[in-house]
Nanobody, 119 residues
Framework: QVQLVESGGGLVQAGGSLRLSCAAS????????MGWDRQAPGKQRELVAI???????NYTDSVKGRFTISRDNAKNTVYLQMNSLKPEDTAVYYC?????????????WGQGTQVTVSS
């Protein structure tokens, strides 16, 4: 089993910043990648950012240039630095982790943290 615990969400005004953290524990071997999804009310969940075990990153277009994903392998923690926040960034943000086991990849998610951006 894998446990993912997010922190750092909250209420911020448009243009402000937040940093999300996600600490992984449990059977965290053979990690392929870690990342962040988000889901806004009435919308589908979307992948926001992902960082591979090798350190390469990818972002959804709407956050490029504003969000930065990073990880501390020693702490098994992934971060999402969110700058220049917009009201449309309001969502529940979920940490995710992809783990390889017996040739297949399984994705795990945390319980989510609410981010609210006021206009």
């Amino acid at each position: 089993q894998v446990q993912l615990v997010e922190s750092g969400g909250g209420l911020v005004q448009a243009g402000g910043s937040l940093r999300l953290s996600c600490a992984a524990s449990g059977s965290i071997f053979s990690i392929v990648s870690m990342g962040w999804d988000r889901q806004a009310p009435g919308k589908q969940r979307e992948l926001v950012a992902i960082i591979s075990s090798g350190g390469s990153t990818n972002y959804t277009d709407s956050v490029k240039g504003r969000f930065t994903i990073s990880r501390d392998n020693a702490k098994n923690t992934v971060y999402l630095q969110m700058n220049s926040l917009k009201p449309e960034d309001t969502a529940v943000y979920y940490c995710n982790l992809d783990r390889r086991k017996f040739g297949s990849i399984t994705r795990w998610w945390g319980q989510g943290t609410q981010v609210t951006v006021s206009s």
